[in-house]
């Protein structure tokens, strides 16, 4: 394999793995949104038996700060989830679009469904190697066939 079909398979591989990147950043965002709810549940308690202090309504600020916190966050989400769901309904045309039926297959189970090459070999009947050979293959005519920087 030369240099170039190297670097054309980095590229291919790169752009079909976008969808797992932005699979991974939803979920780590709504983790992270998750955990400043459950924050937000957990109200210390207060001593009531100290004498009162007046104090500025820092506890409210930063109530505040983490309701807003929470809000970006979901935005954040929501656009995520749109831009997924576009670059999926594209990323599934174009492997759509090759001629070789096995390619399809494991290109989608791959960069769609994100299982492991194993695990498809396994669902499909076939060995790991003949796997491994036909998802090479399968990523050379795909990057033959789509344009990819």
């Known amino acids: 394999m030369g240099r170039t079909e190297v670097v054309l398979m980095d590229n291919v591989k790169k752009y079909l793995n976008q969808l797992q990147k932005i699979d991974i950043m939803i979920k780590q965002r709504q983790q992270e949104r998750d955990e400043l709810r459950d924050m937000l549940g957990s109200i210390g308690s207060f001593d009531y038996s100290k004498d009162r202090v007046q104090t500025s309504p820092s506890g409210d600020a930063q109530y505040a700060k983490t309701v807003e916190r929470i809000a970006d966050i979901e935005a954040e989400v929501s656009n995520l989830i749109t831009d997924y769901a576009s670059r999926k309904n594209i990323v599934i045309s174009q492997i759509q ?12 189970k791959r960069y769609v ?28 005519d795909f990057g033959e066939k789509i344009e990819i920087l």
Not at 97 to 108: N, R
Not at 115 to 140: D, F, P, V
């Open 97 to 108: 679009a090759l001629e070789d039926p096995k390619y399809v297959k494991i290109l989608y």
């Open 113 to 140: 469904e994100f299982k492991m090459l194993r695990k498809i070999a396994s669902e499909m009947g076939y060995t790991y190697q003949y796997i491994i050979l036909l998802h090479g293959n399968a990523l050379k």
